[in-house]
Nanobody, 115 residues
Framework: QVHLVESGGGLVQPGGSLRLSCAVSGANFRLHAVNWYRQTPGKQRELVATIDSSSISNYADSVKGRFTISRDNVWNRTYLQMNNLKPEDAAVYYC?????????WGRGTQVTVSS
């Protein structure tokens, strides 16, 4: 069973930075793309960033130039470095991995951007 655990969320002022982490177990991590999504109440979950098995990354237009996704295939982790945070970035952030066994999600980590 694939298991994902996010951490690193918290309260930050506008313009600040946070680094989210996602620990993955139960999957051949290095073979799969990993995604970060976010969701606010009443809205659909939004894809923020993705990194494939070759470490090629893609970003939502709203975060390009501010967020950076990375992966560590030794420790089976993915990271989301978030800089210049804006109030509209506030959300629950989820880590996601899909393989032949299904579509797997962590429980999420809350990011609050407020002065």
């Amino acid at each position: 069973q694939v298991h994902l655990v996010e951490s690193g969320g918290g309260l930050v002022q506008p313009g600040g930075s946070l680094r989210l982490s996602c620990a993955v177990s139960g999957a051949n991590f290095r073979l799969h793309a990993v995604n970060w999504y976010r969701q606010t109440p009443g809205k659909q979950r939004e894809l923020v960033a993705t990194i494939d098995s070759s470490s090629i990354s893609n970003y939502a237009d709203s975060v390009k130039g501010r967020f950076t996704i990375s992966r560590d295939n030794v420790w089976n982790r993915t990271y989301l470095q978030m800089n210049n945070l804006k109030p509209e970035d506030a959300a629950v952030y989820y880590c996601n991995l899909r393989n032949s066994g299904g579509d797997f999600w962590g429980r999420g980590t809350q990011v609050t951007v407020s002065s």
